[in-house]
C-alpha cells in the first residue's frame, strides 16, 4: 500500500547573510504508513514545522523529495486528501464559525447541500454548540477558535490529518477532546501526522513516533519497540535529544 | 473557479462588515446633503458644481476604500497565519491572488456603484440629472481605474506589509493621475538622456487620467465615440493584467516564516 507520507533524504537551507547557510533539514527520511498516528517530536528549532511546511508545498526542499499518497507534495491534488490545523490557528474574525466552515469547504469544491450536513457533524465532533457557531469568531475564547480551526481542517473528510501541536491553548478538558478525536479518525482508518512538545499527549495517542534533533531524525519506529520498558517516553526523548 | 469565487465572497463580507465602507458613505452622504441645501446667491451652475465636486469626492473615496481594501488583503492572511490552512486546501498561489483580486474589485466597484447613484440621485433633486450614456461610460471607466488600483495594491503587498504598501500605492498612483499627465508638457523644454527617461516614464507607468470622465460629466459634453472607449478600455485591461502577473511571479515562490520555521 501507498504509505501516506514519504519523506526521502529531504534537505531544507536557508541563506544566511552573515555565513554560510543555515540547515534546518539535513537528509531526513521516514514513512508514515496509512492508518498511523505519527507523532513528530523534538525540541525548539528542531525543523518540525519546516518539515510540515515541505509535505504541504509551502517550503521548496534543497534536496530529496516528499510524497503525500504517492503525489508530490507541490501538487494541488496532493492537498485533496489532507487536513491541516498549524501550530498558531486564527480565522477571518469578521466570520461567523459556521461562514468559515463553509468558506473551507467550497475551496475544497464541495456543494452546498453536502457542506451544510457535514459542518453540522463536525461541530458536533469538536464539541462546539451550534450557536456559537453562528456568533463572530472575533467573540469566541482561544480555545473556540482552536476548535473551529480544527473543525475546517476536518471539512473535507482527510485521509491524512497534519497537525502542528494541535492541543497548544486547550484546556485539559480540550485536550482530552482532541486525544478522542485523534482515536476515534484512528479508528476510522485516517492517518495522522502530528508534532507536539507534549509528550505526554504523544505517549496517550501514537503508535509510531520520529524524533527529530538540529535537523537530523535521531530514532524513529514504534514506541513500544523503541522505548526500554523502565523508561517513559520523556526520558526517552531527554536522553536522545541531548546525546 | 468555485475556490475565487469563494475568496473574493470573503473579500466582500469583510468589506460588509467591517466599517470602512459605511464611513465613506456617511461622509458623502453628508457632503451631498450639504451639497443640496446650496442655493449660492441663487446663481445659475450649482448643478455642475454639485456634480463636480461629487464627482472628485467619489473619486477620492473609492481610491482610498480600493487601496486600503488590496493592500491588506495578503499581509493580514500572512500576520494572522490563516496564510498557512488556507494554502494547505487544494488551491493555487494564481487562484489567490486572483480571487483576493476579483474581490478586491468587485466589492470596491459595488461601492462606487452605491457612490454614482447617491450623486446621480442629488443632481437630479437639483433639477440636472446626468446624461445616461456619459454616467454609464464615467461609471464603466472608472471600474477600469478601480481593477488597476486592485491590482496595484496586490501586486505591492505580496512583498511588503500592508503599512508599506498602501504607502507605496498611494505615492505610486497618485504621480500617475498628477505627476505622470504632466510629463509632455516638460519634454519639450529637455534632450538628451533626460528626456528619453522621461519618456520612458510616461510610457511604463499607467495613465489612471484616461478613465476619469468627470470633466465630460459635469459639463454635458456628451458621450466618448465607441472606438476610443473601447481602446481605453482595453488598455485598462492590460495594464490589470500585467500588475496581477507581475503579482503571481512575485508571489508563487514566497516564503511564509511565522513562528518557530525552524
Same mark, same amino acid.
Given at each position: 500500500m501507498t504509505p501516506a507520507i514519504e519523506i526521502d533524504r529531504l534537505s531544507v537551507s536557508f541563506p544566511s547573510r552573515s555565513g554560510p547557510d543555515i540547515v534546518a533539514l539535513d537528509n531526513i527520511s521516514f514513512k508514515v504508513e496509512t492508518g498511523q498516528v505519527f507523532g513528530f517530536l523534538g525540541p525548539n528549532g528542531a525543523g518540525k514545522t519546516t518539515t510540515l511546511h515541505v509535505l504541504l508545498g509551502f517550503l521548496n526542499a534543497s534536496g530529496g523529495a516528499a510524497r503525500i !499518497?504517492?503525489? #508530490?507534495?507541490?501538487?494541488s491534488i496532493a492537498r485533496e486528501r489532507i487536513g491541516f490545523l498549524p501550530e498558531h490557528p486564527d480565522a477571518y474574525r469578521f466570520l461567523t464559525g459556521w461562514e468559515s466552515l463553509l468558506v473551507a469547504g467550497r475551496l475544497f469544491r464541495l456543494p452546498h447541500p453536502v457542506l451544510a450536513d457535514r459542518i453540522e457533524t463536525i461541530l458536533a465532533?469538536?464539541? $462546539?454548540?451550534?450557536d456559537i457557531a453562528r456568533r463572530s469568531i472575533a467573540t469566541y475564547s482561544r480555545g473556540q477558535r482552536q476548535r473551529i480551526c480544527l473543525a475546517q481542517a476536518l471539512i473535507n473528510e482527510p485521509d491524512l490529518l497534519i497537525l502542528d501541536e494541535p492541543t497548544g491553548g486547550l484546556d485539559p478538558l480540550g485536550r482530552r477532546e482532541v486525544r478522542t478525536l485523534i482515536q476515534n479518525l484512528k479508528a476510522a482508518g485516517k492517518t495522522v501526522f502530528f508534532s507536539s512538545h507534549e509528550l505526554s499527549e504523544v505517549e496517550l495517542v501514537c503508535d509510531h513516533v520520529a524524533l527529530l534533533a538540529r535537523g537530523r531524525?535521531?530514532?524513529q519506529g514504534a514506541i513500544r519497540d523503541l522505548i526500554p520498558p523502565d523508561e517513559r517516553l520523556e526520558q526517552y526523548f531527554l536522553r536522545m535529544v541531548q546525546s | 473557479m468555485i475556490p475565487i469565487l469563494t475568496l473574493a465572497r470573503v473579500v466582500w463580507l469583510e468589506l460588509l462588515r467591517r466599517k470602512d465602507f459605511y464611513v465613506l458613505l456617511c461622509l458623502l452622504t453628508a457632503l451631498c446633503a450639504g451639497l443640496l441645501s446650496l442655493d449660492i446667491f441663487g446663481l445659475g451652475g450649482i448643478v455642475a458644481f454639485i456634480k463636480d465636486l461629487g464627482l472628485l469626492a467619489i473619486w477620492i473615496l473609492?481610491?482610498? $476604500?480600493?487601496l486600503n481594501l488590496s493592500v491588506r488583503q495578503l499581509p493580514r492572511e500572512e500576520s494572522q497565519g490563516t496564510i498557512f490552512p488556507l494554502l494547505a486546501k487544494p488551491i493555487s498561489r494564481l487562484e489567490l491572488i486572483i480571487g483576493k483580486w476579483l474581490g478586491c474589485w468587485s466589492a470596491a466597484g459595488f461601492a462606487t456603484f452605491c457612490f454614482y447613484v447617491l450623486l446621480a440621485g442629488v443632481a437630479a433633486l437639483q433639477g440636472g440629472a446626468f446624461t445616461p450614456l456619459v454616467l454609464a461610460q464615467g !461609471?464603466? $471607466?472608472h471600474l477600469a481605474a478601480v481593477a488597476i488600483l486592485a491590482a496595484l495594491g496586490i501586486l505591492l503587498s505580496t512583498r511588503l506589509n500592508? #503599512?508599506?504598501a498602501a504607502t507605496l500605492a498611494y505615492l505610486i498612483s497618485g504621480a500617475c493621475t498628477l505627476v505622470i499627465p504632466q510629463i509632455p508638457g516638460v519634454l519639450t523644454t529637455l534632450v538628451g538622456p533626460r528626456r528619453d527617461l522621461l519618456l520612458a516614464l510616461y510610457f511604463a507607468t499607467p495613465h489612471l487620467e484616461l478613465f476619469d470622465l468627470r470633466r465630460r460629466l459635469v459639463h454635458d459634453w456628451g458621450? $466618448?465615440?465607441t472606438q476610443p472607449f473601447l481602446i481605453i478600455l482595453i488598455y485598462g485591461v492590460l495594464i490589470t493584467f500585467i500588475l496581477l502577473a507581475l503579482a503571481w511571479l512575485a508571489y508563487r515562490r514566497k516564503r511564509f516564516v511565522r513562528g518557530d520555521i525552524l
Open positions: !499518497f504517492g503525489c #508530490d507534495v507541490r501538487a465532533l469538536i464539541g $462546539l454548540p451550534l531524525i535521531v530514532a | 473609492v481610491w482610498i $476604500l480600493t !461609471f464603466i $471607466l500592508s #503599512d508599506a458621450p $466618448l465615440p
